[in-house]
């Protein structure tokens, strides 16, 4: 009979409004919500239904209407006021945030996850005292809430106190000996005092437990420098540039080492770089909100980066990492106005304007993708990464000639990169300059002998025209003997076959092209082809009609009409000519 009731209660929502049986007059149309007979209590749990919904969709503005509504039928329930807290956050609406928060904590003192962000609203409003009591309560209703502690610790550091913030970060390592931001926040407490030792320690025990972080790393690394110990740091970089071959700190640092160069001056400056790094509120909830997106937790993220957002709305960077997070949830205006508030003079004005970039490329504005994309060339206009980016909007503009110039900058800039020499020789192709798009495949594999896709195309295109056949069925080994299993390489051997008339072993390893590649049409029709060849003809038939389905390339399609008609007036029998 309950799950009857809310079946019901769950229709209504859905519907807006029902009526019992015999409500219509005479005009038909139903009687206002009200006259179900409904009480608020069981309004308002259908408003909160309707608001988990569109939470779960991403649906954040209906979900706002939705609890709000369910707050003013039932105005006790704390999880509605826990619920827009969070919301509210979202919208950067603090003040409010805080409102709702305080009430659902007032009445469940014991929800630990709604007392944080009490908290988390209280340092962003300035009131750090309040925060920190909110803190220490968690900690003591919850021993086990890291957050707790690490943003504890951080507005005691901040308020100068930091015997305090280390004490706090003792317990917690105690409480959770496996707490890898624990150790890590302790190493960086004890480098900013300027004591080595203990931060060498701490770091260790953090890395201990999670050996392939970069954070970790790179500041352990920094100690074992001021440490006078150029060996151990020299491996500590090493590895973080294994696992982010992009990091500029430990590259430039690493380098520097290399180079031998011993300044007393700058390793005093480096010891007040350790100096600068000590905790802070902001920078701790930062560090909190990037982990969430790390590991995909776009709504703890959302709302940790917003908090840091009003706090410290001077930090682009917060503006742009949350334009991630709402890129992933699909939030696209949202996401338009954090990347949009990144300025030019900011670092991460190029990201920001790629991010917007790919943001209309997946709403299939090309124009702006490439507006975007333009944006942040002008800001890095030696970024091979952003101009292979243009190539690819531009080709999918089918602006081809833009594509090839493009393409030709970039292998200007880099005359050594065969991928780039490749890239070059395919748009050469499109563009229906077939001797420079093999020049560029041959110097490509010059450059790299291992090369598979120039390799193969060179040997395909030899296929095609039927030239140097040998060669070309050498070429296209090479290209196999690097991957084996690519299904394009394949039908470029079974290609070459086929045109030696060898069509036994064309149609072998055609065949098992189709297998690996699934409908491409180009493939079927060189196995429909090989078929008729060996004498089956109602199977190459069948495969032209599959190929004739699914190619867009009006050449193909009139050459496959052709085959058809050509085989199907051979009834089956016979060889027509190709």
Known sequence: MKRCVIVFLLLCVSLGACAPLGSRGKSGASRPSVDLG??????????????????????????????????????EEPRLHARLAHLYVRRGELERAHEEASYAVEKR????????LLAGTLVGLGREKEAAEEYRVVIGESPTTAEAYLLLSALYTKAGESGKARIVLERLVEADPGSVMGYYY?????????????????????????????????????????????????????????????????????????????????????????ERIEADPTETRLKIGLIYLEKGDFENAATELNLVRRANPEDHSVAYYLGIVYSETGELNRADEALSSV?????????ARLQMAYLAQREDDLDGAVDYAKQ?????????????????????????????????????KNPNNDRYH?????????????????????????????????????????????????EAERLVKRALAVDPNDGFFIDSLGWVFYQRGKYPQAVEQLERAVELTGNDPTINEHLADAYRRVGRE???????????????????????????RAVERAGGRGEPSL
């Open 186 to 274: 302790l190493g960086r407490l004890h480098a900013g005092a300027g004591q080595l030792d203990e931060a060498r320690d701490s770091f260790a025990e953090a890395l201990r437990r999670n050996s392939r972080s970069v954070l970790i790393l790179t500041d352990l690394a920094l100690v074992e420098e001021m440490r006078q110990n150029p060996q151990e740091a020299n491996l500590l970089y090493r590895r973080v540039l294994a696992l982010d071959p992009g990091n500029e700190v430990a590259r430039r640092r690493l380098a520097g080492m290399l180079a031998g160069q011993k300044r007393y001056d700058e390793a005093l400056k480096e010891f007040r770089q350790l």
């Open 376 to 412: 942040a060339l002008e800001t890095r206009p030696d970024s091979s990464g952003i101009i292979e980016f243009l190539i690819a909007l531009e080709r999918d503009r089918e602006n081809i000639p833009k594509a090839v110039s493009l393409a030709e900058r970039l292998v200007n």
């Open 343 to 351: 300025p030019v003079d900011s670092p991460l004005y190029a990201e």
């Open 422 to 470: 490749f890239m070059l020789g395919a748009l050469y192709d499109e563009a229906g300059n077939r001797p420079a798009a093999l020049e560029q495949m041959r110097e490509a594999i010059e450059m790299n002998p291992e090369n598979a896709a120039a390799l193969n195309y060179l040997g395909y295109s030899m296929a095609e025209a039927g030239q140097e056949l040998e």
């Open 38 to 75: 409904l009480s608020p209590r069981d309004q308002a749990l259908g408003a909160f239904l309707k608001g988990e919904v569109a939470m779960r969709n991403g649906d954040y503005d209906t979900a706002l209407e939705a609890y709000e509504r369910a707050a003013r039928l039932d105005p």
């Open 538 to 564: 109602l199977e190459a038939l069948q495969l032209y009609r599959e190929a004739l389905a699914s190619t867009t390339d009006t050449a193909q399609q009139h050459r496959l009409e052709t085959k058809v």
């Open 109 to 116: 003192p014991s929800d630990v996850p709604t007392r944080m």
